[in-house]
């Protein structure tokens, strides 16, 4: 097994209500792949193998990172989070947030129910998303050498979560707590994998770059 480095995309359109029209990386999403791709180089980063999504706002933070030959994968994209939020107000009666703070009583509400089958007819079961991070993952660190994974936070903390046996809680609190542009080390550790590295940004640890450290 390869050590895997997951890498939560920069920056999208903050301002959206649906999957579509977030799916774009803002100007300052670009500038933090930017920099991070920078940052990889300049300290002897060496990664044979780039992988994204097939999102928009994977692929444009592999191309600003400096990666546009990223290989990608279907199986890397994002659950639709929005898709979900309308299906529990309408199914449910749960109300969607329209700040950052409610979102942290109603993602772990959404996973609750999601991974309970508790929303009739999901474009995605929970069964079918945690099967293909797994099975991604596992395809990529077959590999030879270390690989670069641009995805989305929502897998990521699904990558986490299979690695360390958390509930549903647990992944939602740890999906809401990764930034923008952060990596995420998966290290094999006895045919298992160990995370080694959570949320770092270090290309945004300078004074004049704290305000680059996002969330959304």
């Known amino acids: 097994m390869s050590h895997i480095t997951l890498i939560r995309h920069g920056q999208a359109n903050t301002s959206a209500r649906d999957e579509a029209s977030y799916d774009r990386l803002s100007d300052l999403g670009h500038q933090q792949a930017a920099w991070l791709g920078d940052h990889l180089r300049s300290s002897g980063n060496h ?3 780039v992988y994204c999504g097939t999102l928009t706002r994977h ?3 592999a191309a600003s990172m400096g990666y546009t030959d990223a290989v990608q994968d279907s ?3 994002e659950m639709e989070y929005f898709t979900l939020a309308e299906a529990m107000r309408d199914q449910h009666g749960l109300p969607i947030p329209q700040e ?3 979102f942290v009583e109603h993602l ?3 996973f609750t129910a999601w991974a309970a089958d508790e929303i009739s007819e999901p474009y995605e079961s929970w069964l079918q998303f945690e099967t293909r991070t797994r099975q991604a993952l596992e395809e990529i660190a077959a590999g030879e050498g270390p690989a670069l994974v641009v995805t989305s936070g929502g897998l990521i903390s699904m990558a986490l979560r299979q690695a360390m046996g958390l509930d549903t809680t647990g992944m939602a609190r740890l999906a809401l707590a990764i930034m923008n542009t952060s990596m995420h080390r998966l290290f094999p550790i006895g ?3 160990s995370p080694v590295l959570f949320n770092a940004v270090p290309h945004l640890e300078a004074p004049d770059r704290h305000f680059a450290q996002t969330h959304l």
């Open 47 to 49: 990664h044979p193998r």
């Open 59 to 61: 692929i444009e933070t």
């Open 75 to 77: 199986r890397l994209n």
């Open 100 to 102: 950052r703070e409610g």
């Open 108 to 110: 772990p509400k959404v």
């Open 191 to 193: 045919g298992h994998w």
